[in-house]
């Protein structure tokens, strides 16, 4: 069975950064993605990752532009979100997402077949 561990979240000042990782259990999927939920509200996209024609094509959402970068390793089979100059209105459970079908990220979650638990990301004011 496929997982996804997301790890790197934790508790930190507004301003700091943070990175998150992805790993799967070996597989290697088409698009990746980082969507996040804070408490009472719907889960978010955040960044995603997908491969075409070997050309990597990267998407963000509007909060998190020139901040967040989203990227892999070699083998695609780790994904990372490096968050900088973190505010509070980041905190969040930030969940790790994958598919095969689509090589462009796109920022719905219905489009992924794959999640992680998520890791909790606090950033205090």
């Known amino acids: 069975q496929v997982q996804l561990v997301e790890s790197g979240g934790g508790l930190v000042q507004a301003g700091s950064s943070l990175r998150l990782s992805c790993a799967t259990s070996g597989r290697t999927f088409r698009i990746y993605a980082w969507f996040r939920q804070a408490p009472g509200n719907r889960r978010e996209f955040v960044a995603g990752?997908?491969?075409?024609?070997?050309?990597?094509?990267?998407d963000y959402a509007d909060s998190v532009k020139g901040r967040f970068s989203i990227s892999s390793d070699s083998a695609k089979t780790t994904v990372y979100l490096q968050m900088t100059s973190l505010k509070p209105e980041d905190t969040a459970v930030y969940h790790c997402a994958a598919d095969l079908r689509y090589r462009i990220p796109t920022p719905r979650a219905d489009d992924y077949g794959y999640w992680g638990q998520g890791t909790q990301v606090t950033v205090s004011s």
């Open positions: 990752v997908g491969w075409s024609l070997g050309y990597g094509n990267t």
